[in-house]
């Protein structure tokens, strides 16, 4: 069984759907101990650092979070809540990747948007997650944060600067992207999570 964690946080109901159209059951919850005895555990979001942090650490679910064996899928901002501290809300987060989270620099001459909202490219896959991409694969991205690249950095891709597109470390795996609203693309990405051992 999959299991979406249920926190203050928006996108639940898409990676379900995502999920439906894959073939593959999946529940929402907040429960301590279904996610414990969950196959797999989805951690998306969309929305404030500061507030969802808050809400895991009062349900206890950031203890519980970084204490999980199975293999663990961030999303958006469940990858920027993985991370060592985010800039949104000045927010120290469950520190499983050892990156910063930061605002997208504005930067003199350029005339990119933020936050950065479409279509992007990801690219120099390093992850069991982009088996079967082609190079510089389309997702879909909606987000003013970023963390920076190091050595956990499974994809990349560039907007302003270049950024950690995906992050990997042991059992954890995160996209900044929405694989649920990415095609075709984000269904292969799902579907090698669900996949993994």
């Not at 404030?48 to 293999?71: V, W």
């Not at 082609?134 to 690249?149: K, L, R």
Request: with cysteine; glycine share 8%.
């Amino acid at each position: 069984m999959i299991v979406i964690i249920k926190y203050n946080a928006g996108n639940v109901q898409s990676v379900q759907y995502a999920l439906q159209r894959l073939g593959v059951d999946s529940i929402v919850t907040d429960d301590i101990a279904e996610i414990q005895k969950a196959d797999k555990v989805i951690f998306p979001g969309v929305g404030h650092a500061a507030p969802a942090m808050q809400y895991l650490r009062e349900k206890e679910l950031d203890k519980l979070i970084i204490s999980l064996q199975q293999p663990v899928l961030g999303i958006c901002l469940g990858l920027q809540l993985m991370c060592m501290h985010s800039e949104e809300g000045d927010t120290s987060c469950l520190g499983i990747f050892n990156e910063a989270v930061k605002l997208f620099p504005t930067l003199a001459g350029e005339n990119l948007k933020i936050p950065q909202i479409g279509w992007n490219n990801i690219y120099d896959y390093k992850s069991v997650l982009f088996d079967g991409l082609g190079d510089n694969a389309f997702v879909y991205t909606v987000h003013s944060y970023f963390a920076a690249q190091g050595n956990e950095t499974t994809a990349t891709t560039d907007y302003i600067i270049p950024y950690s597109a995906a992050l990997e470390k042991g059992n954890f795996y995160a996209v900044q992207f929405h694989p649920e609203k990415s095609g075709t693309i984000g269904e292969i990405i799902l579907q090698n999570f669900i996949n993994l051992p």
